[in-house]
């Protein structure tokens, strides 16, 4: 994610930012940009010497860009998917290991991986699907150089792969592809995606993947179950598929079941599974082609976790909809929303990224705001204690 720029955080979340740096989170886990460093506001303070610029929520793991392009990790660390060079999780921020010069992340299942300055993409933790890109199946708690990747602009991650944006508009991806999302047979090489040429921004999670192009359009691929492609059949598309009614995008994200899109006029449309509201349009019906979240307006940023999504609006408050059977709605309760809901205490967020079953939000000043669940610390408050309202992180 930078100008445009889209990172994406894979693992059931995917993030997307609209104005200044915008980057979009894929696969569960979902990397925000604020678009510049943040300051003043209200809430929460923050004294730090770097601050956060980006955060990417994923499978009870989450990560942080910070100003002086480190990167910092917390949460589940048993494949290794914090960074700091071993397998041992913890409940505050770590370090991820050699990394300085990264202008965006994105996080997935169990990997996270950083866009570099130079245009180079690192990738660290699980890669028994070959979403390392380093043409191994092995893990690694240290980050390691996707082979064959440069000039990438934009970075996603879902649950099993990863995906990159060139320069020129079109795309590569490497990982699990028994899904159709890369168009080619499984391998751990890096695989060009074809039939895109103007995207500006890229997302995906557990069964597809999705672009947004400079036009405003929005294009989709893979699609396993009751995933939709956003074309009113429901059918698996190994080729990149215009979405229907999606003229002015300026974001998109994809969930495990379902995918949104943010509009120019700040409304969302969203569209694929719905089994507990994950399209906010009020019911639990699957739709194949996009429908209006109910009560959502002035949204200027979004993102879809496994089977939740967030939107944060012009006032700086969030609204969530969705699963919230641990509290990842932040709405102090644990029932179920068709229709988005308000996140308690949260007045002046800039970015949003929503993981697997929690979310965490950037505020003004660069601090960083967690809930839902935290079994393995995925919240970054020191305590492995469930969350239903926001709690703050210890960045370092």
């Not at 860009?65 to 949460?75: A, N, Y």
């Not at 043409?135 to 934009?154: K, L, M, R």
């Not at 944060?312 to 509290?327: E, Q, Y």
Request: aromatic share 6%; charged share 10%; with cysteine.
């Amino acid at each position: 994610m930078t100008t445009e720029a889209n990172s994406t955080l894979v693992g059931g979340a995917s993030f997307t930012s609209t104005g200044g740096a915008s980057f979009t989170s894929t696969g569960g886990a979902s990397f925000t940009s604020t678009g510049g460093a943040p300051s003043g506001g209200t809430g929460a303070t923050s004294n730090l010497a770097h601050t956060v610029i980006a955060i990417a929520a994923s499978v009870e793991f989450t990560c942080a860009l910070l100003s002086d392009g480190t990167v910092q990790c917390w949460g589940t660390n048993v494949r290794g998917g914090l960074g700091d060079g071993s397998t041992t999780s913890s409940t505050v921020p770590v370090r991820v290991l050699g990394i300085t010069n990264a202008i965006a992340i994105a996080a997935g299942g169990l990997h996270a991986c950083a866009l570099l300055a130079d245009g180079m993409v690192q990738c660290w933790g699980e890669n028994g699907e070959g979403q390392l890109g380093n043409v191994t199946q092995e893990p690694s708690s240290v980050p390691v150089t996707i082979v064959g990747v440069t000039g990438a602009v934009a970075l996603a991650s879902g649950y099993f792969r990863s995906c990159v944006l060139l320069k020129d508009g079109t795309a590569q991806c490497w990982g699990q592809n028994g899904w159709t999302d890369n168009f080619y047979a499984a391998s751990v090489a890096l695989r060009q995606v074809v039939l895109i040429t103007g995207a500006t921004a890229v997302t995906g999670n557990g069964c597809h993947n999705s672009v947004r192009n400079s036009d405003g359009t929005v294009q989709t691929w893979g699609v396993l179950g009751t995933c939709r492609v956003g074309q009113g059949t429901g059918s698996v598309a190994s080729l990149p598929t215009t979405v229907s009614g999606i003229t002015s995008a300026t974001a998109v994200t994809d969930g495990l079941w379902h995918t949104c899109a943010l509009l120019r006029d700040g409304t969302v449309r969203c569209w694929g599974g719905s089994y507990i509201g994950f399209l906010g349009d009020g019911t639990e019906s699957v739709s194949s082609v996009p429908v209006k979240v109910l009560g959502l307006t002035n949204a200027t940023a979004i993102s879809a976790g496994y089977d939740s999504t967030c939107a944060v609006i012009s006032d700086g408050t969030i609204r969530c909809w969705g699963s919230n059977s641990f509290g990842e709605l932040g709405d102090g309760t644990e029932t179920n929303r068709l229709v988005p809901v308000k996140v308690l205490g949260i007045t002046n967020a800039v970015a949003v990224s929503v993981g697997n079953f929690h979310a965490c939000a950037i505020l003004t000043g660069g601090v960083v705001q967690c809930w839902g669940y935290n079994s393995e610390g995925a919240l970054g408050n020191g305590t492995t204690i469930e969350s239903t309202t926001p709690v703050t992180v210890q960045i370092l």
